[in-house]
């Protein structure tokens, strides 16, 4: 019995894992971006990161309320710029993502992922947000970019100033 696959399945399957692998390498760089937004960014990286007709919406009665949406790579670049100015709107940001699944379907490619965000605005205040984000990826121009953005709010609430100098609390020698 012969139990090999054909080749064009292989092929298949491979383009699905390149295709995930360069939806999740997109949504990498756009939070690699996230994180140093300030006057310094490359906005027109970052934009490129989204098809020229993409969505960029806040979902959730918070969300939709404060981000609220913007259509068209253009205007998702001018929200983004309003964040990159002097002082920079974040003196500390940083994105984790979990739980992801990106499903090549045979008319879209869509991932999903947790949300965790920490984050110090210039004004010394600190937040932490999760959110669920959906994202909808299509090939364009031969890059694969972002056509519909997602957040939607899971919790969100004020914290205290992230970075200590307290010393970090591990065993020490005289504990073994």
């Excluded at 918070?62 to 609220?68: D, N, T, V």
């Excluded at 998702?76 to 940083?94: D, Q």
């Excluded at 965000?117 to 694969?144: C, I, K, M, P, Y």
Aim: proline share 3%.
């Amino acid at each position: 019995m012969n139990t090999a696959a054909p080749r064009a399945d292989l092929e298949q399957r491979l383009r699905r894992f390149e295709t995930q692998d360069s939806a999740r390498a997109c949504m990498n760089r756009y939070m690699v971006l996230c994180d140093a937004l300030d006057a310094h960014t490359p906005l027109d990286e970052l934009a490129g990161l989204f098809t020229r007709d993409a969505v960029w919406e806040g979902k959730g009665a918070r969300y939709a309320k404060s981000f609220g949406g913007y259509r068209g790579r253009e205007a998702i670049a001018a929200m983004f710029a309003g964040y990159m100015k002097t002082p920079a709107h974040f003196a500390l940001n940083v994105h984790f993502l979990t739980s992801e699944l990106i499903e090549v379907r045979d008319d879209a490619v869509i991932g999903s992922w947790v949300m965790l965000q920490t984050s110090t605005f210039a004004s010394g205040a600190s937040h932490l947000n999760a959110a669920r984000l959906t994202v909808r990826f299509a090939e364009e121009d031969g890059h694969w970019r972002m056509a519909h953005f997602q957040t939607e709010n899971l919790f969100g609430r004020p914290v205290q100033a992230w970075n200590s100098d307290a010393e970090l609390p591990v065993p020490s020698s005289a504990d073994a």
